[in-house]
């Protein structure tokens, strides 16, 4: 199974050149496989060190700390309704300090001949942007 979403994750030739993964034992003898097959150099992450690979823990801890806890997640449909809205939030408007207080899709100034402030809510209020609209 995991070989078979390996394979289809990345369509035609756009497989990256390396995967970072753990040590589970999803990833057996079919996945190394599939990942030679399709020209991608796994590195194994050290046993029981997650601090390892610190780009998903800090998108993991960011996703609950500004969304999961303060939601109540139904079933499947819900959660993964939640973290598209709040991947959508976090890419076109979350300020990130890494990029200078800007969202990594750059927004357009807005001049105040554009019309008033007005705030625009992400996940059911939980987050909000601002921006000028004419009235």
């Not at 394979?7 to 079919?30: H, K, L, M, N």
Request: glycine content about 4%; overall charge positive.
């Amino acid at each position: 199974m995991t070989a078979q979403q390996l394979r289809e994750a990345w369509p035609w030739d756009t497989a990256p050149q390396f995967v970072i993964r753990d040590r589970d034992t999803i990833y057996g003898s079919d996945v190394q496989r599939a990942a030679q097959a399709i020209g991608v150099e796994e590195v194994l992450t050290a046993p029981r060190s997650p601090w390892q690979n610190p780009f998903v823990e800090r998108a993991i801890g960011s996703l609950r700390r500004e969304c999961l806890a303060h939601v109540i997640v139904w079933n499947e449909r819900s959660l993964r309704r939640y973290l598209q809205q709040y991947l959508t939030y976090y890419h076109e408007w979350r300020t990130h300090l890494a990029l200078d207080k800007d969202a990594p899709v750059p927004r357009a100034v807005q001049p105040p001949t554009c019309g008033p402030i007005i705030q625009v809510a992400h996940l059911g209020g939980l987050h909000h942007h601002y921006e000028r609209r004419a009235a």
